[in-house]
T-cell receptor, first 115, second 114 residues
């Protein structure tokens, strides 16, 4: 069963407009959520995160919103730039009894920003 | 370099052979994770090391998979008797002891089993 779901495999947005990437989760034990960005042939790079005690976190052009009751989070990028074109992964973690903060990832959304 | 490095970047092997993948974490990072990403899928957790604690092996898909880490340095992931379904990109990540949620990823090793 997929505990983190990104239902849109791809998204195209015009340069300068807002990009909204969505993510849903099913495991209520998740208490920390992250977005990673991945370019081809590179490892994912951390973008922004949010703790379950917050409902919004902003960092420059990137804002993550968390709706715990709906088990939904979203990443807003505004304004979108061509360099933002990449695959975006939503990830979640819950501190396990073994001490690990293993991340559970969605399948990713490929964002294309059109100049 | 200051980032996580992995070798080889690509590995093609025949079904039934053993392979060994290497990860060099960021210096000073005590936590190390292995993930794999199969085509069209998200990253799947495999194993976690933290200092000298017993590793969390809960994500290893079968007993053909094993991993070792020497202290807080290099880790190797070994896959014995490889199968075609093992074909994937294997990613290593490390993080500082007290910032476990932000993991820094290496570029991955693309494994192809023929």
């Amino acid at each position: 069963d997929q505990q983190v779901k990104q239902n849109s495999p791809s998204l195209s947005v015009q340069e300068g407009r807002i990009s909204i990437l969505n993510c849903d989760y099913t495991n209520s034990m998740f208490d920390y959520f992250l977005w990673y960005k991945k370019y081809p042939a590179e490892g994912p790079t951390f973008l922004i995160s949010i703790s379950s005690i917050k409902d919004k976190n902003e960092d420059g052009r990137f804002t993550v919103f968390l709706n715990k009751s709906a088990k939904h989070l979203s990443l807003h990028i505004v304004p979108s730039q061509p360099g933002d074109s990449a695959v975006y992964f939503c990830a979640a973690s819950a501190h396990s009894g073994a001490g690990s903060y293993q991340l559970t990832f969605g399948k990713g959304t490929k964002l294309s920003v059109i100049p | 370099g200051a980032g996580v490095s992995q070798s080889p970047s690509n590995k093609v092997t025949e079904k039934g052979k053993d392979v060994e993948l290497r990860c060099d974490p960021i210096s000073g990072h005590t936590a190390l994770y292995w993930y794999r990403q199969r085509l069209g899928q998200g990253l799947e957790f495999l194993i976690y090391f933290q200092g000298n604690s017993a590793p969390d092996k809960s994500g290893l898909p079968s007993d053909r998979f094993s991993a070792e880490r020497t202290g807080e340095s290099v880790s190797t992931l070994t896959i014995q008797r490889t199968q075609q379904e093992d074909s994937a990109v294997y990613l290593c990540a490390s993080s500082p002891a007290f910032a476990d949620n932000e993991q820094f990823f290496g570029p991955g090793t693309r494994l192809t089993v023929l």
